[in-house]
């Protein structure tokens, strides 16, 4: 069945550093794929997504890229902040388009 | 612009005793509704999910129940809660269609004792 994963937690970085958190997937046909980032205590907040092969999805300085031949959709920021610290979610939509199937969580700690 | 409201924020529960969470949508018509539990230090599991009144769809076997008795009314029930319960419960709602992004509420967080 169709699945993601993600790189395991936590991931600790200074303020300013290059941010890389690796997603790959397993899917049936070409399904869109989406970054969900959830503060503390806090729901789930939608940060991008792609909805086709070589499609990159941006926001607030993140990026990722959907990358048919690797399977895979890596979250980057050239320039982490402290307000970064959060946890992020792979995620993508099962075949019959009815939900989402979320990678495990990545635990992001920036310190200044 | 479309919000969706989850209340309450924090609930303690005795074990045995029953549960109502409940989830609204406004600003928008025949969404697809969806509950999600999150324990703690894992990822999201998926409970249940609707595309319309009435029409609902579970994910996982559970003491757990879903209604939908109006277009952007979702509610989460129990007879009886158990220990194993806890954890973070999060409503969601997507557009209808295929690939659409999911956009969440704040979240429950449910206690038992």
């Known amino acids: 069945g169709d699945s993601v994963t993600q790189m395991e937690g936590p991931v600790t970085l200074s303020e300013e550093a290059f941010l890389t958190i690796n997603c790959t997937y397993t899917a049936t046909g070409y399904p869109s794929l989406f970054w969900y980032v959830q503060y503390p205590g806090e729901g789930l907040q939608l940060l991008l997504k792609?909805?086709?092969?070589?499609d990159k999805g941006s926001n607030k300085g993140f990026e990722a890229t959907y990358r048919k031949e690797t399977t895979s959709f890596h979250l980057e920021k050239g320039s982490v902040q402290v307000s970064d610290s959060a946890v992020y979610f792979c995620?993508?939509?099962?075949?019959?388009?009815?939900?989402?199937?979320f990678g495990k969580g990545t635990t992001l700690s920036v310190s200044s | 612009s479309q919000t969706i409201h989850q209340w309450p924020a924090t609930l303690v529960q005795p074990v045995g005793s029953p549960l109502s969470l409940e989830c609204t949508v406004e600003g928008t018509s025949n969404p697809n509704l969806y509950w999600y539990r999150q324990a703690a230090g894992r990822g999201l599991q998926l409970l249940f999910y609707?595309?319309?009144?009435?029409?609902i769809s579970s994910e996982v076997p559970q003491n757990l129940s879903a209604s939908r008795p109006q277009d952007r009314q979702f509610i989460l029930s129990s007879k009886k809660l158990l220990l194993s319960d806890s954890g973070f419960y999060l409503c969601a709602w997507s557009v209808m269609g295929h690939n659409q992004p999911q956009h969440f509420g704040d979240g429950t967080r449910l206690s038992i004792l």
């Open positions: 792609a909805t086709k092969a070589d």
């Open positions: 609707s595309i319309g009144i009435d029409q």
């Open positions: 995620a993508l939509c099962n075949q019959a388009g009815t939900a989402l199937i």
